[in-house]
């Protein structure tokens, strides 16, 4: 199964802060790559598929880039509401599989 | 507005049995794959399996193949997951899931998730 890796692990960030997550694949996946953010005792949301397409409805602060191995999730304004845990998944290969997160927290 | 809501976790000891359920509404249940995905106490997400809208194809994950089986029931708008041989690695929030239609073919579906219920909690301990 491909691997997946997070980083950082974690992070601490203020409000209005840039965040960035980086996802690295053990192998090429091409672009097939989401998003996810979860928080405690809420349906986890997906916010970009395809390494670079905004789920409908996701604000326009969240982006992702990347293909082949490299992925990024960037926040370009942390909001109070993006205080969460964020999974990157592939769906290239079977099974999908998914990274091993990164929290964000308010520093 | 779509909801899936999950059912039927709770604590169950080594070598046994429990069924989940998931109820779905705000979509046309019967036209979609559908996921099981799973995450562990301080651990991340693990896909479980999934179904065709009709039933007729299902994949899991190597860990659970045996042991557990997905199931549904379109007239009742219903996802069921049914675990046995339960172990303590077993132990994680379940999550019921929509696959992303775009990425699903006729005999399978390896996609993002768009749509998740809220989890139900399955314990396996002695």
């Known amino acids: 199964a491909i691997q997946l890796t997070q980083s950082p692990s974690s992070l601490s960030a203020s409000v209005g802060d840039r965040v960035t997550i980086t996802c690295r694949a053990s192998q090429g996946i091409s672009s097939a790559i989401a998003w996810y953010q979860l928080k405690p005792g809420k349906a986890p949301k997906l916010l970009i598929y395809d390494a670079s397409n905004l789920e409908s409805g996701v604000p326009s602060r969240f982006s992702g880039s990347g293909s082949g191995t490299d992925f990024t999730l960037t926040i370009s304004s942390l909001q109070p509401e993006d205080f969460a845990t964020y999974y990157c998944q592939q769906f290239n290969n079977y099974p999908q599989t998914f990274g091993p997160g990164t929290k964000v927290d308010i520093k | 507005e779509v909801q899936l809501v999950e059912s039927g976790g709770g604590l169950v000891q080594p070598g046994g049995s429990l069924r989940l359920s998931c109820a779905a509404s705000g979509i046309t249940f019967s036209s979609y794959w559908m996921s099981w995905v799973r995450q562990a106490p301080g651990r991340g997400l693990e896909w479980v399996a999934n179904?065709?809208?009709?039933?007729?194809?299902?994949d899991y994950v190597d860990s659970v193949k045996g042991r557990f089986i997905i199931s549904r029931d379109n007239a009742k708008n219903s996802l069921y997951l049914q675990m046995s041989s339960l172990r303590v690695e077993d132990t994680a929030i379940y999550y019921c899931?929509?696959?992303?239609?775009?990425?699903?073919?006729?005999?399978?579906?390896?996609?993002?998730?768009?749509?998740w219920g809220q989890g139900t909690l399955v314990t396996v301990s002695s």
């Open positions: 899931a929509r696959d992303f239609p775009p990425y699903c073919t006729t005999t399978s579906c390896i996609a993002p998730l768009d749509y």
């Open positions: 179904i065709k809208e009709d039933g007729s194809e299902k």
